[in-house]
Structures are given as C-alpha cells and as structure tokens.
C-alpha cells in the first residue's frame, strides 16, 4: 500500500479482498469445514487435541476473532463469472489483554488458508496487506507471529516477508510421537518501512 493509495483500495489487493467475519450459515460452514476440520490445519497452527470439530466450535471461533483488533476473512476478488468474493482464508491481527495493553503498540499476527488455496503465494500477499494495515492504520510498531518447527513452509515465508527469530518455546508441541519448539518472530515499523522504501 503506497502513501497516497487511495482508500478505496484499503481492503484489497491485486487478487484478494478482506471482509469481516460474519456469524452467518455460510461464514459458519466455511470455517467448519476449511479451517476447523482441516487436519492440517489442527496439526500445523495450534495446540488443541485433535479430534472432529462441531458448528459450535466454529461459532464459537468466529465470535473469538469478531473481538480481535482484525479478524477478516480472506477472499479470491471476484471474476466477472462470480457473483461475490470467494473465501479463501483466515487472517488476525489481535493482541492480549488489548484493554490493558495499547501504549506497547504491539500485537500477534495469525493465518490459516484452506487446502485447495496453498502454495499460490496468497498467503505472503494477505500477510503483506495486513503488515501494511497494522502500520499504517492501527499505528502499531510491532507485530509477532508464531510457527511450530515442523511447519518449514510458514517459517520460510515469515522469513522470506521480513519478520525475525526471536527464538522458542522449546518442546512445547507433542505430536505424532515428536516433540516440536514453537518459534517465535517479529518484524518492527522500522524494518517494516525498510521493506516498502518509506523514508522520513
């Protein structure tokens, strides 16, 4: 997102456009079956036990990231053949204790994008909208993510986007009879502006 880019273009980029999350059927079911119950999903982005979800869990999912800072969900813009944006993935920009916490300027990045629509470089270019969004919407000056040490693909793109180890929680994720670290990483405004060529 450029300085002077125009506000008609806050919520999109060149493929995707990010809408809020509705408690709706249709958001419901989307989160049921792409990301709740996705395995891959359940393996690779967090700590719960795995086991099939419920619409409930789902509701009570999208109520959780309705109380986020940002929570969208991320869409495919629509093609003249569509009749409106098709979701794709999830995307959250959320902090602890937010009430208690806003002078720190600092917030918890996290995404999850359904099977078909991995490996097309969605993921770098939502993350890339949603960096931009934290520092020059929410004036925020720090955004951390997390990735377990199995997950090589989400590590190397955090990477590849400009966030910094910081280190890990070691051996904090058991499965499939392995123990894994959770890897922690950053990127700053100013490393952030480094990246877009933003000059003072």
Known sequence: MAPDSPVKTLFTTERLVFRAVESTEDDTAFFHK???????????????LPKPATLKNAEDYIKSIQE?????????????????PIPIGILCVSSDNMRDMHQHRNAM??????????GMGYGGE??????????????????????????IDALKLYRKLGFVDEGCDRQ?????????????????EDEWEKLRGIEH
Not at 68 to 84: F, H, Q, R, Y
Not at 138 to 147: C, D, E, S, T, Y
Not at 172 to 188: C, E, F, K, M
């Open 68 to 84: 986020t800072m940002l929570g969208v969900i991320i869409c495919l813009a629509p093609s003249p053949a569509d009749a409106k």
């Open 34 to 48: 792409h990301i709740m119950s996705d395995p891959v999903y359940q393996l690779c982005y967090n700590r719960v």
């Open 109 to 118: 990045m996290s995404i999850a994008l359904a099977e078909p629509f991995r």
């Open 172 to 188: 904090v994720l058991y499965r499939n009879r392995a123990w894994y670290d959770a890897v922690r990483l950053s990127i700053l």
């Open 126 to 151: 939502a993350i890339n909208w949603a960096l931009d969004w934290a520092f020059r919407a929410a004036n925020l000056h720090r955004i951390g993510i997390v990735a377990y040490s199995y997950n």
